[in-house]
Nanobody
Framework: QVQLVESGGGLVQAGGSLRLSCAAS????????MGWYRQVPGQQREPVAR???????DYLDAVKGRFTLSRDDAKNTVTLQMNSLKPEDTGVYYC?????????????????WGRGTQVTVSS
């Protein structure tokens, strides 16, 4: 069973930095795309940053220039470095991956989510 395990997050003052990491593990798989979403109460979950298999990276306009997403293929891990954090960056951050998983019936496409980690930026 492929799982996404998140680490990082926490409380920081505005202007500070945090780092989020997400590791995919379990079973045999390849990664089509992997990244982070965030959600605040009462709002829809929104994509923050995503890296694709061709190394293209997409960022939410609001985080461009402040957040950097990187990937470690050997560890099946993505890391989101968040700098110059703002109170509006506060939310629950979820790791997301589009995977091609080897199952008993053959290869199958699946989307996986992490459990989420809280990021709080105080003003």
């Amino acid at each position: 069973q492929v799982q996404l395990v998140e680490s990082g997050g926490g409380l920081v003052q505005a202007g500070g930095s945090l780092r989020l990491s997400c590791a995919a593990s379990g079973g045999t798989f390849t990664i089509n795309g992997m990244g982070w979403y965030r959600q605040v109460p009462g709002q829809q979950r929104e994509p923050v940053a995503r890296i694709w298999s061709d190394n293209r990276i997409d960022y939410l306009d609001a985080v461009k220039g402040r957040f950097t997403l990187s990937r470690d293929d050997a560890k099946n891990t993505v890391t989101l470095q968040m700098n110059s954090l703002k109170p509006e960056d506060t939310g629950v951050y979820y790791c997301n991956a589009g995977l091609r998983i080897l199952m008993e019936t053959g290869w199958s496409l699946r989307e996986k989510w992490g459990r989420g980690t809280q990021v709080t930026v105080s003003s």
